[in-house]
């Protein structure tokens, strides 16, 4: 069974779904939920010199307590549940890229997440996020539509 696993999140119902599937894998294995939710390094800043004009700056700081939120639901749901849990906060430009790092770094042994179904012309020139993760990951991934 999957002892370390990864959740991306990124506060949607989408996520949490993602989120409950991965608690139950958990709960079969006994394993541990780590969350992940990646911001571009700009976003974490949002009072820095970047920040720019007041309207980007708090812009910036609501995506920030977005991310804040949804890692606290992954904590707040995995200590209902009873398994232990982690929360990382990337500071990367692609999800992605964050996604096979945070699942390195924290040796985990699978990778649940959910598919947007993106199906626009530009999704299917750049290819998805799940897709990458995908295409890049050396560790299972479980993609939930």
């Known amino acids: ?30 394993g541990r939920i780590i969350g992940l939710h990646a911001c ?26 977005l991310a804040h939120d949804a890692l606290a639901y992954v904590t707040r749901r995995a200590g209902e549940e009873g398994i232990p849990s982690a929360t990382v906060l990337s500071r990367k430009d692609a999800p992605w890229e964050a996604i096979i790092d945070a699942a390195r770094d ?8 959910a598919a947007h179904g993106e199906r626009s012309a530009l999704a299917r020139l750049l290819g998805s996020e799940t897709q990458k993760v995908l295409t890049h990951s050396a560790i299972p991934v479980l993609v939930l539509r």
């Open 106 to 113: 924290h040796a985990c042994d699978l990778i649940v997440m």
């Open 1 to 30: 069974m999957y002892k370390r696993i990864l959740v991306p999140t990124d506060g949607t119902e989408r996520g949490a779904r993602a989120l409950e599937t991965a608690l139950q894998l958990a709960r079969l294995g006994g």
């Open 40 to 65: 571009a390094p700009l976003i974490l800043d949002p009072d820095g010199a970047m920040a720019g004009d007041p309207a980007q700056g708090n812009w910036r700081r609501e995506r920030l307590q």
